[in-house]
């Protein structure tokens, strides 16, 4: 039996005040004053099921009345600065119709959902403590990827927007093997660019029940991205697998779809297009990227060794001594831009 790629629970890492600046100056900062510790002093819980009654390892909880009256109003202040510019007038359309709590994973998070009562629609969003390796990957995610996100730092608390997409794990289960031969092409495609973009960016941990898959209707037909959910693992493992999706059991359907639909000619083409595609992103947001590596650089993400093993991997992987000289995963992830950047200019 193959060994865990990863065997330890990661730390949370403090947010230091170079990182809260940033935040700052990138409108990061959340003018509401709510904690992640005001949503613990919840009075009671039940669990919550789905459809198909199985457990969700989310539970419902419940506060008394004065602790729900300024819990409510302080989570819709939050909605308006997540979603809209902050305007209070639409507190008053605003109904927290659940709060609830999962205390599977890292970060253990609460959900809120919020209903506008004029057209019962209603959005998610999440409310945790705040992880360094978490707001770098959330950051670097929005400035990289093709999607962008929607965050919010109070002090120690992280406010984030839900990712709307089909679960990886659920989408493999249960719409996969629905899929048209030219779907599962494209979705292929699709995890290779994937699988890409986690690397050269060091986002680790990217098991299928940490990432969605989101259909897009387009046309006669329908077009499947892949997006991170989880931004945890964000430059803290040693093994520099852990940031290949391609290399997690939890995936191997995906791999299988790579193997079966895509000759090797097609999946250097598709590699090569991310990382053309993450020059171009670097140097379009060149001072944003410069001024987080240099904080980055600065923090400590990662236990010492952690560092020896990706830096020493990446060098052999790449033969790029900016690896090796790396003295903090901020300089490691440095070095993957420089690299990329280098090989693959605009031209």
Same mark, same amino acid.
């Given at each position: 039996m193959s060994e865990p790629l990863m065997l330890f629970k990661k730390p949370s890492y403090p947010?230091?005040?170079?990182? @809260? $600046?940033? @935040? %700052?100056?990138? $409108?990061?900062?959340?003018?509401v004053s709510i904690f992640y510790d005001d949503l613990l002093r919840f009075s009671g819980s039940i669990n919550v099921y789905d459809k198909n009654d199985q457990d969700t390892l989310w539970t419902r909880v419940y506060y008394n009345e004065f602790e729900r009256n300024d819990i409510d109003?302080? @989570? &819709? &202040?939050?909605?308006?600065?997540?979603?809209?510019?902050?305007?209070? %007038?639409i507190i008053k359309f605003l109904n927290i119709d659940a709060i609830d709590y999962c205390t599977f994973g890292n970060s253990k998070p609460f959900r809120i959902k919020v209903r506008n009562i004029l057209n019962d629609n209603y959005v998610h969003f999440y409310i945790k403590k705040a992880d360094a390796s978490r707001i770098y990957g959330l950051e670097l995610e929005h400035i990289l990827s093709p999607d962008k996100i929607n965050f919010l730092v109070? &002090? $120690?608390t992280l406010i984030e927007e839900h990712i709307i997409g089909i679960p990886g794990d659920v989408f493999m289960k249960t719409l996969l093997n629905k899929c048209t031969e030219t779907e599962k092409s494209q979705i292929a495609k699709e995890f290779v660019k994937f699988n890409e973009r986690c690397?050269?960016? @060091?986002?680790?941990?990217?098991?299928?029940?940490?990432y969605v898959i989101v259909p897009i209707h387009d046309f006669d037909h329908?077009?499947?991205k892949i997006r991170p959910i989880d931004f945890d693992q964000q430059c803290y493992e040693g093994n520099f697998k852990v940031y290949r999706p391609q290399f997690f059991k939890e995936n191997y359907p995906m791999v299988q779809l790579v193997k079966?639909?895509?000759?090797?000619?097609?999946? %250097?083409?598709y590699k090569n297009e991310e990382r053309s595609a993450l020059a171009k992103r670097i140097h379009s947001a060149e001072n944003r990227i410069k001024r987080l590596m240099q904080i980055m650089s600065h923090d400590i993400?990662?236990?010492?060794?952690?560092l020896k093993q990706l830096k020493l991997e990446l060098y052999r992987y790449t033969n790029d001594l900016n690896f090796k000289k790396a003295k903090s995963m901020g300089n490691v992830m440095n070095a993957a831009f420089e690299f990329i950047t280098r090989n693959?200019? &605009?031209h």
């Open positions: 947010v230091n005040d170079s990182l @809260l $600046d940033y @935040l %700052e100056r990138f $409108d990061r900062i959340s003018k109003l302080n @989570l &819709k &202040k939050v909605y308006s600065l997540l979603y809209s510019d902050g305007n209070l %007038e109070f &002090k $120690d690397m050269i960016r @060091l986002l680790g941990d990217m098991r299928a029940y940490n329908v077009v499947y079966e639909k895509l000759q090797d000619s097609s999946i %250097e083409q993400l990662a236990p010492e060794e952690h693959f200019k &605009k």
